[in-house]
């Protein structure tokens, strides 16, 4: 069908290209499943823990919370219950891997390693990991989880925190809210809803912040906007603004911070998913023999490196992290996500969204 779609002219350039990529991601797919180096391949270096599915609940119509809880086994040592017990860091997010072989990265917004919650939107149309989440997956299920990490730096000397969130944007930055208003930080989190009757997740917890105080909700349905421009001019001297939404929400926060001057360390950015398509090119790995990788223009680096070598972690894989960084020894890259500072792109890239243009050196 997305074949079809994409040869109908009067659709525009546009429109036809991104169902072209699509067909091509899918035929990648397909050719590394074909060889073996499907994402269960992918996945076998990592360490896993197995998770039970405790409570499965619907918090609106599209977003269901599901509370995962460590399953003790024989095998399990006592480093394994240390880590279990350790406290997780605000914003972090767990990356899973399903049973249906799929590996998706998801918000926690409460718990600590050994049990925590995460809050999962269906996509629309989804990947297939939201869907099965949804419709498949019930209490009592066993789910591996994988690597638990955050991409959001200290601000603790800012004196107000301010957040421009969008839909299930609100996981990634609940629990920080909530932890700088337990401990009396100045907190405002602006949160842009489809409608405030239908579509707003954990409201007993924003309920619990304050409606119309520290949560000010903008309702579309009603024809509500957030004015971000409006939020940035009055973010006030020493202040640190959070981002997570929708891709035009970002490229509008992205625009408004440089108007304003804020620096990177003033501003973090978290996207829901990134475009990783592009021209083909290819990365001579220099601490694995000089070896040579060709990156198709349906591929990502990351993808590419995890059919040659084990050793290549990730985490989001958005481009929020920075997990999949490697290390750049020489050649131009189009830089994508944000866990990069700007003065550290001259010597990293993310395996995961950006690309090199025409060919690169790395160190992985």
């Known amino acids: 069908m997305n074949e079809e779609l994409s040869q109908i002219l009067d659709m525009g350039d546009e429109s036809r290209k991104a169902f072209e990529s699509r067909v091509a991601k899918y035929k990648a797919k397909q050719a590394r499943l074909a060889s073996g180096n499907d994402e269960k391949e992918e996945a076998k270096k990592e360490k896993w823990r197995k998770y039970k599915i405790v409570e499965k609940k619907d918090q609106t119509p599209r977003v269901k919370s599901f509370v995962l809880e460590a399953v003790a086994s024989d095998s399990s040592t006592e480093s394994d ?59 009592g299920d066993v789910i591996e989880v994988g690597r638990i990490t955050s991409d959001i730096k200290s601000a603790s000397a800012a004196s107000k925190h301010v957040f421009i969130v969008g839909g299930i944007g609100i996981t990634a930055f609940l629990s920080l809210v909530e932890m700088y208003h337990s401990i009396n930080y100045e907190a ?47 973010v006030g001297w020493n202040s640190h603004v959070y981002v997570c939404g929708p891709r035009r929400m970002l490229d509008e926060a992205v625009r ?15 996207a829901f998913s990134a475009d990783t398509t592009g021209d083909p090119f290819e990365a001579v790995v220099v601490n694995k023999g000089g070896k040579v990788v060709q990156v198709p223009g349906e591929e ?14 990730s985490s989001c894989e958005v481009g929020n992290c ?43």
Not at 300 to 313: A, G, I, M, N, S
Not at 322 to 329: D, E, H, I, M, Y
Request: aromatic share 6%.
């Open 188 to 234: 405002v989190l602006h949160y842009s809803v489809r409608s405030s009757e239908t579509d707003i997740p954990f409201m007993e917890r924003l309920e619990a912040l304050g409606l119309g105080s520290v949560v000010v909700l903008y309702d579309r349905s009603k024809g509500q906007r957030m004015d971000i421009p409006s939020i940035f001019k009055n």
């Open 81 to 139: 219950t240390e880590d279990q017990n350790a406290d997780i860091q605000h914003g972090s997010h767990a990356r899973l891997r399903l049973p249906n072989g799929l590996l998706r990265s998801y918000s926690i917004v409460s718990g600590n390693a050994r049990r925590f919650e995460l809050g999962v939107a269906l996509e629309e149309p989804s990947r297939g990991g939201s869907a099965y989440l949804h419709e498949s997956a019930s209490p």
């Open 256 to 270: 408004e911070a440089k108007v304003c001057g804020l620096g990177e360390d003033e501003v973090h950015f978290e």
């Open 300 to 313: 990502t680096l990351l993808e590419v490196l995890r059919q040659h070598f084990d050793d290549v972690p």
């Open 322 to 364: 920075g997990t999949c960084r490697v290390a750049l020894k020489e050649g131009n890259v189009d830089h994508r996500g944000t866990a990069l500072l700007e003065q550290e792109k001259k010597e990293a890239m993310l395996s995961c969204v950006s690309r090199g243009v025409g060919r690169i050196t790395i160190e992985i």
